[in-house]
């Protein structure tokens, strides 16, 4: 069956950088868009980034633009969000998603398999 599994979350101070993983099974990783997304406490989830099945494409949050980065690992079957430069505003709980299209979209209802999400906070 479809699972994704998130690791690599914990405490930071601002400035640091992080790596966030997230592991795919029961697909074929590049078959589909990748999302990752963040909630914050009393806050909606929000798309954070995305890479797409067809040629890699990626997308990026005005927030985060140059200070977070996508990656797959099709061999690993994995999907990394590297994380630098990070604000005590990136504090959240991120997940990652599988798309039910190939391309790119920020709207949690474009996808249908969630991760269970793990905690990333940044504080002094």
Not at 13 to 36: E, H, K
Not at 79 to 93: G, I, R, W
Request: glycine letters at 10%.
């Amino acid at each position: 069956q479809v699972q994704l599994v998130e690791s690599g979350g914990g405490l930071v101070q601002p400035g640091w950088s992080l790596r966030v993983s997230c592991a795919a099974s029961g697909f074929t990783l590049d078959w589909y868009a990748i999302g990752w997304f963040r909630q914050a406490p009393g806050k909606e989830r929000e798309g954070v980034s995305c890479i797409s099945s067809s040629d890699g494409s990626t997308y990026y949050a005005d927030s985060v633009k140059g200070r977070f980065t996508i990656s797959r690992d099709n061999a690993k079957n994995t999907v990394y969000l590297q994380m630098n430069s990070l604000k005590p505003e990136d504090t959240a709980v991120y997940y990652c998603a599988r798309g039910q299209v190939y391309y790119c979209s920020d709207h949690t209802a474009d996808y249908n398999y969630w991760g269970q999400g793990t905690q990333v906070t940044v504080s002094s």
